[in-house]
């Protein structure tokens, strides 16, 4: 496993609060540890929407504010739901919390809203046909470790695996179509364990995929 890495920039917070059905409150701050650190500032324009089509944007400041959010059941409460739109982030920035999040609204009650968001470093996996038995889904053994490097590796700051396979001269489309399926879910299944055996929650992983022309020696 090749472990290729930009500099990861500050994660982007997007908080909110409010006495609903009044209103909702926000403020959108960079930290990549998940706490809100001293002097960390503010992200302007940081679209946010909710399920019945209102928009706002976070101001100068990285704040925002919703008229009227919502209006909750009278006893039982409702949910929220708000989501970032990821195509007003900063350049490079992805989202690395629940998105869209919800939370349960109760008349006369504040609720807070977090959104993570940061510059992510890229993790590479490469694979090659080779590695897998032949004609099978599964990968030999010998290669089946670097599932679990390649999830250790993620741990380190918020980042993005790269998955890259290269087939066999001879193999069909829908082999390799199936075998980056069965990665990614045995990956996202190494990930979800793991957060759930430290007890956390851990950041969205985002897995893209890189298919390597068979012409090209890696």
């Known amino acids: 496993m090749t472990a290729v890495s930009q500099t990861a920039g500050p994660e982007t917070v997007l908080s909110g609060e409010a006495e609903l059905p009044y209103a909702l409150l926000g403020y959108a701050t960079d930290y990549a540890n998940g706490v809100q650190d001293e002097g960390e500032p503010g992200i302007p324009n940081v679209r946010i929407a909710t399920v019945n089509g209102l928009l706002v944007s976070t101001d100068a400041e990285g704040r925002y504010h919703i008229a009227c959010a919502a209006v909750p059941k009278e006893g039982t409460g409702s949910n929220l739901v708000l989501k970032v739109d990821e195509r007003t982030l900063p350049s490079g920035y992805r989202v ?17 809203v977090n959104f993570g968001a940061t510059v992510h470093r890229v993790v590479r996996l490469d694979l090659k046909a080779a590695a897998f038995a032949d004609g099978q889904l599964a ?79 890696r």
């Not at 690395?96 to 807070?112: D, H």
């Not at 990930?191 to 929650?201: F, M, T």
Request: glycine residues 6%; charged residues 25%.
């Open 139 to 217: 990968l030999l053994p010998a290669h089946e470790a670097r599932l679990d490097q390649a999830v250790a590796a993620l741990t380190e700051r918020p980042s993005i695996l790269r998955l890259a396979y290269q087939p066999a001269a001879d193999e069909p489309r829908a082999l390799g179509d199936e075998r980056i399926a069965a990665l990614k879910a045995g990956l996202l299944a190494r990930w979800k364990a793991l957060g759930q055996s430290q007890g956390r929650s851990l950041f969205n992983l985002d897995i893209e995929v890189e298919r390597v022309p068979v012409s090209l020696n």
């Open 96 to 112: 690395t919390t629940e998105n869209p999040a919800s939370e349960r609204a109760t008349r006369g009650k504040a609720i807070k």
